[in-house]
């Protein structure tokens, strides 16, 4: 069962890098079709990176023999499982550090990844009311998450680069025991 977990971690890992490897070529864009496209494949690259990251949990649960794999979501639920089997392996722990953390690379990886998700904030001071009375669409300045980050691909390559070594040098010292 843990190969299922290990290839998924594997397959987001190198479509991370091929997206990453695709975005290169246009990472001067001029128009704005390309900046879409760019900003597109940035995107693409942090969803399978998050992703790869929630199946590494599952890879590790696995390893550790947890009973319902499935049910690991995040590191909090990866830690309660290893718990409830009395395990506390240095592997959570250190996953666990990372993501309490919002200046490591997977703290940063998150923010980012749930303000791609997050809805924008409504704020009606901004609102054209003039627009709006004459039946035209309304001006919205739309605010970004209240912990911008700004992310380009050299952040992104980091990223890929920190959570691949991550999961080889854990992979690693699991293999020892």
């Not at 199946?55 to 590191?75: G, P």
């Not at 001071?125 to 209240?146: T, Y």
């Amino acid at each position: 069962m843990a190969n299922a977990s290990l290839s998924r971690v594997n397959q987001k890992l190198a479509y991370a890098r091929a997206l990453l490897k695709i975005a290169s070529v246009s990472d001067h864009p001029t128009s704005a079709v390309e900046r879409l496209q760019l900003q597109a494949l940035m995107d693409a690259v942090v969803f399978h990176l998050v992703c790869g990251f929630h199946h590494y949990l599952r890879e590790l649960a696995e390893n550790y023999r947890v009973a319902d794999v499935a049910e690991i979501n995040d590191c909090s639920s990866l830690v309660a499982a290893l718990a409830a089997i009395d395990k506390a392996p240095a592997e959570a722990t250190e996953l666990t550090l990372l993501v309490d953390d919002s200046n490591s690379w997977l703290g940063q990886l998150q923010r980012y990844y749930k303000s791609i998700w997050s809805a924008p904030k409504d704020d009606s001071e901004h609102r054209d009311n003039d627009a709006e009375s004459d039946n035209l669409i309304a001006v919205k300045i739309l605010e970004g998450s209240d912990q911008d980050l700004d992310v380009d691909l050299e952040i992104l390559r980091q990223w890929e680069n920190a959570f691949s070594s991550l999961v080889a040098r854990q992979r690693e010292t699991s293999s020892e025991y």
